[in-house]
C-alpha cells in the first residue's frame, strides 16, 4: 500500500522555501492486534459514546470542552477552534541549527519521512539535506498537524530528511525527585573494569534487525497452534459484524439509532393505546350499549389478570 501523506507545507530556510510532503515512518498494522470478545455470545464489544440521561449520541454533537476546576466547562465549537490562524499550519520554518547529537534522547517523540512534493522541490530539497549533513547539524522548527503544534528536529537520513518530534520542556518530569535517593558513593575499581571490558566486548555497530520482537513470535507461534486445533473455542461475526466491521472504539451508531427509532415507536405505540383506551372509554359512557362496555372491561381485566399470573409465575 502505497503511503499517504499526513501534512502538506513547505520547509523554509531563509527566503528559500521548498513544497514538501510529511510521511509517517512506523508502519501501522505490523503487529499482532486483539479484538475484546463477549464470552458467553462470542460476539464482539463495542463501544458507544453515552451521556447519562441521554443514552447514545451523535459525533456531529460532540463539543470539545475545557474544564475549568469548578465543575464547569468552557465549550469550543471545531470552526472556532478551525478558526485558530497559525503560520505553522502550511509553513515549517528552520529557526534554529544544534549539533547532530546535542539532542538527549528523552526529548524525541515520533519520526517522520520528509519528501519533496515534486522535481521542482528536488534541487533545493537536496541543498539543504547536503548543508545539514557537511555542517552536521540539526534543524529545529514548529508545525501544525492533527490540530496541534510540535517541535520538531530535522535532520540527513540516507537520501532524504528525517523529522522528529520533541516532546516540550513542559511535558518532560523532572528527573531529581527519582534519583536524589540514589546514594553518591565511589564505583568500586574492579567492578567498574569488569563492566567496562564487558561494554567492549558486546559494542558492535547497531543493526535494528539484529533483534526480535520474541513476544510477538510466541504470540503468532500460539495463534497458529490454536488454529490447527479443533478444540480451540471459536466465535463468527454475523454478516451485519463481518461487513460492517471497524475499530472498536468507533461509535456503531446504526445500532444507536435503530435503538433510538425502536424506542420512540414504542413510545408511540404506548401513546396511542393509550389515546385509544381513553376514546373508547368516553364514547362508552356516551353510548347506551352496555355490551361494548362490558366487553372492553373484560378485555382489561383479562390482561390485567394475565400479567398479574406472569408476575406470580
Known sequence: ??????????????????????????????RISFRQIHGPSGKPVRYQKTVPGVGPVDSDDILKGYETGDGEYILLEPDEID??????????????????????????DRPYYIVPQDDLAEDAY???RDALRQAKKTGLGQLTMRGKEYLCAI?????????????????????????????????????????TQLIEKKTAPFDASAFEDHYAAALSELIEAKSKSKKTPRSKASD???????????VDLMDALKKSLNDGKSAKGKGASSSRKSTGSKSSAKSSSSKSSGSAKSGESSKSGSGRRKKAS
Open 83 to 108: 478558526a485558530i490562524k497559525l503560520e505553522t499550519k502550511k509553513t515549517l520554518e528552520l529557526v534554529q541549527f544544534v549539533g547532530a547529537t546535542e539532542i538527549a534522547p528523552i526529548w524525541f
Open 126 to 128: 537536496r541543498v539543504v
Open 155 to 195: 535532520r540527513p537520513c540516507g537520501d532524504g530528511l528525517l523529522m522528529e518530534t520533541l516532546h516540550y520542556e513542559e511535558d518532560i518530569r523532572d528527573a531529581d525527585p527519582l534519583f536524589s535517593s540514589i546514594e553518591d558513593e565511589a564505583t568500586d575499581d574492579d567492578l567498574l573494569e569488569v563492566a
Open 240 to 250: 451485519d459484524e463481518s461487513s460492517g466491521r471497524s475499530d472498536g472504539n468507533v
Open 1 to 30: 500500500m502505497a503511503s499517504r501523506a499526513i501534512w502538506k507545507g513547505q520547509i523554509r530556510l531563509s527566503l528559500v522555501s521548498i513544497p514538501v510532503e510529511i510521511h509517517s515512518a512506523r508502519k501501522s498494522g505490523s
